[in-house]
């Protein structure tokens, strides 16, 4: 019998369908520390209201982490918060694999390095402080890019933004590499179309969701769960 009563994070879907995923891959046995952890994340993001990806689409992302097996090493997390995706995406890892993960807010990420430390991930995730569009220039090229700091407090200032960071993440991206990159629907505002408000994030989305799919260097496609999450493989 499956429990769907357990409490999701306030960012997952109260769509019935993803609450009972949520609730099977709740009954997927993970190492204990790092489960003790994740929980303790997901109290502290629904009663802070810090945007997580949660159960769901964590799982989703180690398990397309996980999909290329010992190839996968290199991994960027673009929004580390309180390092409850970067814990997701190291576990997905094989041994000597690493996670690369950049915070804007130097608070934020001091949280994510106590987690980290206490779920036992430590020498598999290293945290940045800074704004990726500085920090990334400046790094190598990576197997697999999660990209999640596309919310309209970061990005409502400039709708050329999502497509600036598309390009980035394009750039330090190898070639069969995986791009992810959440909140493709933009709180839904992109599937509303034109009764939506034409705010700069929307544009701004709207413009990066146009130049994936059209790029003929990508394959991918837009998983319809919780706000969108793009999955894309660079192809040249
Ligand atoms: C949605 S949260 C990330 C959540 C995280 N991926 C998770 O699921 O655990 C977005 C984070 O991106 C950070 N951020 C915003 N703009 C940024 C930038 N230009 N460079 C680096 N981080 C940024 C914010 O401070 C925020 O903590």
Redesign the pocket.
Known sequence: MINTSLPIVPQDSTDQREVFATALVRQAPLPERLNTVLLEMEKVARDEGI???GRLEGAIVRTLTALRGDSVTRVL?????????ALWLAYALPEGGKVTS????PE?AARAADFIDRAGMADRIEILVG???ELVPELGTYDLIFQ??M?HR?FGSDPSLATELLKLSKAHLEVNGLLMIDNAFCGGGVVAGETAEHSNELVGVRNMNTALAEDPDFDGVILPVRDGLWVARRTA
């Open positions: 945007p997580v990806i997390d673009l929004g580390t918060a309180i390092g409850y995706s950049i915070e804007l807010d934020r704004d990726a569009f999640d700091i919310k970061y």
